[in-house]
């Protein structure tokens, strides 16, 4: 599953590259996938819009099992 995630996030990033950010995968246990938003996108005050209407929904309609997208 992690493999897949990080396929998903390679198809994503160049959005948050383009806006001077990026994403990290840190852990994919139980459905829950910890991800770490990086340069522009960790202070952005858009971010958690970003996590969730915008990774999260791809990841949970790309990769069976996926419960929640979280920040650390």
Do not use: Q
Not at 38 to 62: D, Q, V
């Amino acid at each position: 599953m992690k493999e897949k995630v990080e396929e998903i996030l390679n198809l994503i990033r160049p959005n948050l590259v383009a806006d001077g950010g990026n994403v990290e995968l840190v852990e994919v246990k139980d459905g829950v996938v910890s991800l770490k938003l990086t340069g522009a996108c960790a202070g952005c005050p858009m971010s958690t819009m970003t996590l969730k209407n915008g990774i999260e929904r791809a990841l949970k309609e790309r990769v069976p099992g996926i419960k929640e997208v979280v920040s650390v």
